[in-house]
């Protein structure tokens, strides 16, 4: 099976000067998940990914200095890298995981649900589970 090539990576770099970015730029959860440090700038929605020098390192948009630096720091320390790898990686898998997304999210919406029929006992998520599984599909009618 051939290694990914962020596999072979020692440091991940991003940049941009405009915000013109993904929003959550995949790869660069990517690069955290597989435990590759990681830096960038402060754009968009990069920091609530990278914890400034817990995490990874942030610079500013534009500052190409800032980024040369960051980058080298990473390569010429191997215990900060590593320390960035794995505090990357755990924030990855704590605040990025699909599945821990999926059960906030069904948290969130049978309160909703529950608030909405005055239920002051919400459903759980697993309640809404069973609910929704043995529940009969409902035909929508054409316009």
Do not use: Y
Not at 5 to 27: E, Q, R, Y
Not at 110 to 119: H, L
């Amino acid at each position: 099976m051939p290694k990914r090539i962020i596999d072979n990576l020692t440091v991940f770099g991003i940049g941009s000067k405009d915000g013109n970015v993904d929003a959550l730029p995949t790869v660069l959860l990517e690069a955290l998940a597989a435990g590759c440090p990681a830096v960038s700038t402060r754009l968009s929605g990069v920091p609530e990914i990278i914890e400034d020098g817990v995490s990874g390192l942030l610079v500013e948009p534009g500052d190409d200095e800032a980024l040369a630096r960051a980058i080298q720091s990473i390569l010429s320390n191997p215990q900060r890298a590593a320390s960035l790898s794995l505090a990357g990686r755990r924030r990855a898998e704590e605040r990025f995981d699909i599945h821990r997304n999926v059960e906030v999210m069904h948290g969130w919406l049978g309160t909703a649900a529950a608030q909405a029929r005055g239920d002051s006992n919400p459903t759980t998520a697993d309640e809404i589970s069973r609910q929704a599984s043995s529940a009969s599909p409902v035909a929508a009618e054409a316009p």
